[in-house]
């Protein structure tokens, strides 16, 4: 019996095989479809299914080369269409935690929680992350930033 493959999976055999041809432009391919998708209806769900399929694909891109800059980007930029944060902020939490020296997964985290401004949360992940890190230095100055604001704040 031959197992068929989803679309989907077609899909990301796909975009992954742009990706070695020209990765950069391939990501903004997807960025770019789905917002032209988007454009063309009125329909929530749609919409929101748009990007949600779009997260995805770059999700499993980032699965395929977790520390691919313009994939993170992209993919934040997708969360922010929705304005998904939650979702956004556990992904990237749990990401972080499986590979704590992937500063594009940092970089996202750090923006989404400047969309936020939930610098409590952003402290606290600061203070949790591991101190023997290289990339502590790089934490601390997020943990700076996000005690500053926190206290414009208050």
């Not at 993919?75 to 594009?104: F, G, H, V």
Request: proline share 3%; hydrophobic share 35%; net charge neutral.
């Amino acid at each position: 019996m031959i197992l068929q493959k989803s679309s989907s999976v077609k899909l990301i055999e796909f975009y992954l095989q742009l990706m070695k041809q020209a990765p950069d432009s391939s990501l903004k391919v997807i960025f770019d479809n789905t917002q032209a998708q988007v454009k063309e209806t009125n329909d929530v769900e749609v919409k929101s299914d748009s990007w949600k399929r779009a997260i995805e694909g770059y999700k499993n891109i980032i699965a395929y080369e977790s520390d691919h800059g313009q994939a993170h980007c992209y993919l934040y930029e997708c969360y922010a269409q929705l304005k998904d944060w939650k979702a956004a902020m556990t992904y990237y939490q749990e990401l972080i935690s499986r590979n704590p020296r992937n500063e594009a997964a940092l970089a996202s985290l750090w923006k989404i929680y400047e969309a936020t401004k939930d610098w409590e949360a952003a402290c606290e992940f600061c203070k949790k992350y591991p101190k023997e890190d290289p990339r502590n230095e790089i934490v601390r100055k997020y943990l700076k930033d996000a005690l500053l604001k926190q206290a414009e704040n208050a």
